[in-house]
């Protein structure tokens, strides 16, 4: 079934003020009176709706529905600026994955440079690409998008973390595959989580050594080279698998 | 360093004869005598080469190389054909993640339809590509492409794995997050494994039943619904951690 985040609290009825969110209902959707969607407000719980009137884009709030499958842990992915569209992928695939928030900061070896005009603009087509993802992908949250224009400014974030990854495949070449399984095993529910990714050419000495002041744990991600984009759904993928199929695991059995 | 694969048995000079491999190194690279490269045959051995003479694209083989950073299971990724050019991506990022073979099927609710040239020409193309990614990510094979045109064709070959899981979102949906976990526990160095995906629509009933038969085991991959392209990154990554991450870490613990 169709499902839309709106914004706000819900109450009953709901009337739907998004423009692009009733177009995509109405137009593209065509919902007529009786129809049913799943709809999702600030508090993260879906709730079944059903059109009351098409016209006044007005819906009926029916039952709300137990399913949750947001991450037992707040996972921020922040990349350094990637080339050119890559942040698109990354943001769409993170979502489906289950990302928390999804950050990118200019590193040190970003080749992009990109100023305050251009960075509002970008963050809004991810905003845009990330809430699709996040209803296609049937998600309780949508993903906060937040591009830093300053490294300083992202360096101030790093306080408000339980665990910061740093993924470092120099990690990896030097035969230390297990940090990263190691380290999955000390996290607990809740927790919030941010793994750093480098641009194309990695994260610079100067800025491993800053993570690492901010409490930041180099991890490899496998033995092969992975690209920029690819690291963050390697990360998500293996965080979905230690921490909710282990996890669901060790309740079965 | 740069690496190239190429095809046949090591020899000692090497003659590059491939024109797309020898354009790269002396054209784009601009290799000139004593520079050094990686080159990879068909027996996946690393050796570290050095260039005899740009004119005649010979090289003098130096050493072997010890890395080694194959997935210690044969993974095969068999995606139901779908839209647009998503087998690019999946075909570029499986080869990052460590696939060994990347097929395509036309499955029953495949919205396109690809003929014999088209196929051919995709195939082609899509070759490229994982050359291209086996040669970034440092593989020491390059991965099989192979799209085939009927479906009976295909399941012919499942006679040939260890393991053939079936992704399948309504197992995960049904509560049950942990068959592949489970699963995983038995898989033993050397397997051949195979994994199938659906095309968007996902995979039919019929199939289901066709895939089981074959001994398939269904396995969800995690609670969020993950798009055709991403599934695949995903049950890669899951397979890394598994038997590259967590082997290691027993033999380091």
Do not use: C
């Not at 593209?28 to 009176?33: C, D, G, K, N, P």
């Not at 996972?75 to 999804?102: M, N, R």
């Not at 993802?133 to 300053?150: M, Y």
């Amino acid at each position: 079934m169709q499902q839309y985040f709106v914004n706000g609290r819900a109450e009953n009825p709901v009337i739907i003020r998004d423009r692009d969110t009733a177009k995509h209902m109405f137009s593209v959707m065509r919902l007529v009176a009786g129809d049913e969607v799943v709809l999702v407000f600030d508090d993260g719980i879906k709730r079944l709706a059903k059109v009351l009137s098409a016209e006044n884009h007005s819906f009926e709030l029916i039952e709300d529905l137990p399913d949750n499958v947001e991450l037992p842990v707040q996972v921020t992915i922040a990349s350094g600026f990637p080339k050119g569209d890559k942040l698109d992928l990354i943001s769409q695939k993170a979502t489906e994955l289950g990302a928390a928030a999804i950050w990118a900061y200019p590193a040190d070896w970003s080749v992009v440079k990109w100023d305050g005009k251009k960075l509002a603009k970008k963050e809004e087509k991810l905003a845009k690409i990330v809430l699709g993802a996040a209803e296609q992908s049937k998600r309780n949250r949508v993903p906060e998008v937040k591009l830093f224009d300053q490294k300083a400014a992202f360096l101030e974030q790093l306080t408000g973390f339980d665990k910061i990854f740093i993924a470092y495949e120099e990690t990896a070449k030097a035969g230390d595959l297990s940090a990263l399984a190691r380290e999955l095993e000390t996290v607990e529910t809740g927790q919030k989580i941010l793994f750093i990714f480098g641009p194309e050419g990695g994260i610079s000495p100067k800025e491993i050594e800053l993570f690492e002041q901010a409490g930041g744990i180099k991890v490899g991600l496998g033995p092969r080279i992975l690209r920029t984009e690819t690291a963050p759904l390697y990360a998500l993928s293996v965080l979905s698998y230690a921490l909710e199929m282990k996890e669901f695991k060790s309740l079965d059995s």
